[in-house]
T-cell receptor, first 113, second 112 residues
Framework: DAKTTQPTSMDCAEGRAANLPCNHS???????VYWYRQIHSQGPQYIIH???NNETNEMASLIITEDRKSSTLILPHATLRDTAVYYC??????????????FGPGTSLSVIP | DAGITQSPRHKVTETGTPVTLRCHQT?????MYWYRQDPGHGLRLIHY???????DKGEVSDGYSVSRSKTEDFLLTLESATSSQTSVYFC???????????FGEGSWLTVV
């Protein structure tokens, strides 16, 4: 699986959009971009994933650049409960990609009142 | 909720004792994983399983063994616990229908 790089930490004002970037310059054509978050003392929570088109669900939006070398997770109206560590990973979505999935250190997002 | 139950949720044990953590799933997922999480290291893969009796090592497998004798249970064993194995351990699964990984709520292990 390709490696990702993310900023170590970010701040966001409550009610504003939080934009979390991720670089994955070595991503392969069959690899998806996944985002997870981890609130303190809880297990990581799946947020969203995408291949090349932008995706949106009830939690967030995912914007993937045309060259697929980077992406941005958008939390449209951040709340204090969105304070968490956010992980970006890439992996293939096929029958053979059951093997190890590596998480990097992620981005620690602090939502400020 | 992916039907994952980890036990015990909290344990304190002494150095040199064996410890087994259990991950139980109720939805017949084929792929299961054990991660540990420590400050400054993020999530690190210990071992994973791609079926009954089929397991493989992750990036930090030294000092750990696993077993999967039935689909629903993935056991992580510390044969002789050390203080460096004090950590939070997360079990995870991949559903049959896709590769999204879902995590359990964690097991806090303290080795004194």
């Amino acid at each position: 699986d390709a490696k990702t790089t993310q900023p170590t930490s970010m701040d966001c004002a409550e009610g504003r959009a939080a934009n979390l970037p991720c670089n994955h310059s070595t991503i392969s054509g069959n690899e998806y971009v996944y985002w997870y978050r981890q609130i303190h003392s809880q297990g990581p929570q799946y947020i969203i994933h995408g291949l090349k088109n932008n995706e949106t669900n009830e939690m967030a939006s995912l914007i993937i650049t045309e060259d697929r070398k980077s992406s941005t997770l958008i939390l449209p109206h951040a709340t204090l409960r969105d304070t968490a560590v956010y992980y970006c990973i890439v992996r293939a979505l096929d029958k053979t990609s059951y093997d190890k999935v590596i998480f990097g250190p992620g981005t620690s997002l602090s939502v400020i009142p | 909720d992916a039907g994952i139950t980890q036990s015990p949720r909290h344990k304190v044990t002494e150095t040199g004792t064996p410890v087994t953590l259990r991950c139980h799933q109720t939805e017949n997922h084929r792929y299961m994983y054990w991660y540990r999480q420590d400050p400054g290291h993020g999530l690190r893969l210990i071992h994973y399983s791609y079926g009954v009796k089929d397991t493989d090592k992750g990036e930090v497998s030294d000092g750990y063994s696993v077993s999967r004798s039935k689909t629903e249970d993935f056991l992580l064993t510390l044969e002789s616990a050390t203080s460096s194995q004090t950590s939070v351990y997360f079990c995870a699964i991949t559903r049959q229908s896709g590769n999204t990984i879902y995590f359990g709520e964690g097991s806090w292990l303290t080795v004194v």
